[in-house]
């Protein structure tokens, strides 16, 4: 027998740690199916407030927010964010001169996607780290911000 004393840890904590709370009223949101907003059955999950209606898609297969939930004028903002931002991403000769030639070879190297090497790009110019630089998660400001950059590259 070996030493078997060892204390085995209940974890009876089932605290919703996936409780996602509104970020304009802090209260929790509700996972509900996307059909209650889109009317079409198909487009997965979603954490809503009820409260206030502000909500943010779910990863399919998971209970991962793709980002924060967002009111009518902030879902708008991030729309027009990925507009501009997919511009870039999705133009290598875009993509090239921003970052440069030397810089833009060695990232593909790397096996960046070109979507990625557009986030680095960005969340430089923003003075953000990478790993927080997704539009789904962007407040107004950093929409605008963004936006004001992209389309200043475009
Ligand atoms: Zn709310």
């Not at 078997?4 to 709370?21: C, D, F, G, K």
């Not at 789904?136 to 475009?154: L, M, R, T, V, Y």
Request: aromatic share 10%; with cysteine; hydrophobic share 35%.
């Amino acid at each position: 027998m070996n030493n078997e004393n060892e204390i085995i840890e209940i974890n009876n904590n089932q605290a919703p740690e996936n409780t996602l709370y509104c970020p304009y009223c802090d209260r929790p949101t509700e996972i509900v199916d996307s059909k209650v907003i889109y009317r079409k059955p198909g487009y997965g999950l979603i954490y809503l407030c009820p409260f206030c209606s502000a909500y943010v898609g779910i990863h399919k297969g998971t209970l991962i927010p793709k980002g924060t939930p967002a009111d009518k004028q902030l879902r708008e903002l991030r729309k027009q964010t990925h507009y501009s931002f997919d511009v870039i991403w999705s133009n290598k000769t875009i993509l090239k001169r921003i970052v440069g030639d030397i810089e833009f070879n060695h990232l593909k190297e790397k096996n960046l996607t070109y979507r990625k090497i557009a986030y680095l790009w960005l969340a430089k110019l923003m003075n953000i780290e990478v790993k927080h630089c997704h539009i789904g998660s962007f407040n107004s400001e950093q929409c605008a911000k963004a936006i004001d950059i992209c389309n200043e590259h475009i």
